[in-house]
């Protein structure tokens, strides 16, 4: 069996008297689709921030294909993130580059290619996102949805192995919102990707997930495909899977 992309082995995070994530274990399948469901509040963007290194556990076990990354010194720590994506909730673009800057950033940061193959790229980037045309805009003359696949396309530029998104949907009409989802199952397939995506949108899990988990007070309370959680014995996550658009 190869390394999981993803292992969480009783992990513990609180920030001061607030316990947050509570022995938590799971692991998630290299190539593989993991959404993450659970109340506001309940700790899915802690666990994203954990996964890439930006936030510390304070007990248990972090690994990222195999490297155990609470052990990492900062060089380590930055070469593993290197092979990450994220997006993160608030989608933030540099307001002082342009939308095609922000997208060109982490090719003009960590590759040796030249101006006009980054231009090039970050521009193959924003037609994939639907964004052509927005290169020389700026971040503030996007509207919300565009922001978040302007950071989508940033997120996609050093072609991730694992990609890490926080409500890709949040902001979107339902019509861009399946266009983002079409493009993560894509990108999953094409470039053997792994996705670990927090979502309140019941519709986009549906179409992204091939494992969904459900945190509750700390505590994974389910895990499995999503006809498993169909029947799971709390009713709570029953109930989430129902609505057809919570949060
Ligand atoms: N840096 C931090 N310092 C202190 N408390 C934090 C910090 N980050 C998160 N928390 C707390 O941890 C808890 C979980 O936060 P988190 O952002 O993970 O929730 P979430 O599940 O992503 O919620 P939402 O669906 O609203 O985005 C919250 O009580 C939050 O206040
Ligand atoms: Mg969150």
Do not use: W
């Not at 509040?41 to 996964?51: A, E, F, Q, R, T």
């Not at 231009?119 to 003359?141: C, F, N, T």
């Amino acid at each position: 069996m190869p390394d999981p992309a993803v292992a969480f082995d009783a992990v513990s995070k609180s920030f001061g008297s607030k316990e947050v994530l509570k022995n938590v274990t799971f692991s998630i399948a290299a190539g593989t689709a993991f959404v993450l469901l659970g109340r506001s509040g309940s700790g899915k963007s802690v666990m994203l921030k954990i996964i890439c290194g930006l936030l510390k556990v304070d007990s248990g076990s972090v690994a990222v294909h195999g490297n155990e990354i609470t052990k990492l010194d900062s060089q380590q720590l930055a070469e593993t993130r290197r092979h990450m994506g994220f997006l993160f909730q608030s989608a933030a673009l540099f307001d002082s580059l342009s939308v095609g800057e922000n997208v060109a950033f982490p090719l003009r940061r960590n590759t040796r290619k030249t101006d006009a193959e980054i231009r090039e790229q970050a521009k193959d980037l924003l037609q994939k996102v639907g964004l052509d045309g927005e290169y020389d805009h700026a971040p503030s003359q996007l509207s919300g949805g565009m922001r978040k696949r302007a950071g989508l396309a940033r997120a996609l530029a050093m072609e991730p192995s694992i990609l890490l998104i926080d409500e890709p949907s949040a902001g979107l009409d339902p019509i861009t919102s399946t266009e983002i989802d079409q493009l993560l199952v894509d990108i999953k397939t094409k470039h053997h990707a792994t996705l670990v995506v927090v979502t309140h949108n019941i519709p986009s899990a549906r179409r992204i997930a091939d494992q969904m988990a459900f945190l509750e007070d700390g505590h994974l309370v389910a895990q499995g495909t999503l006809k498993e959680l169909e029947q799971n014995e709390n009713q709570l996550v029953r109930d989430f899977l129902k609505s057809q658009q919570a949060g």
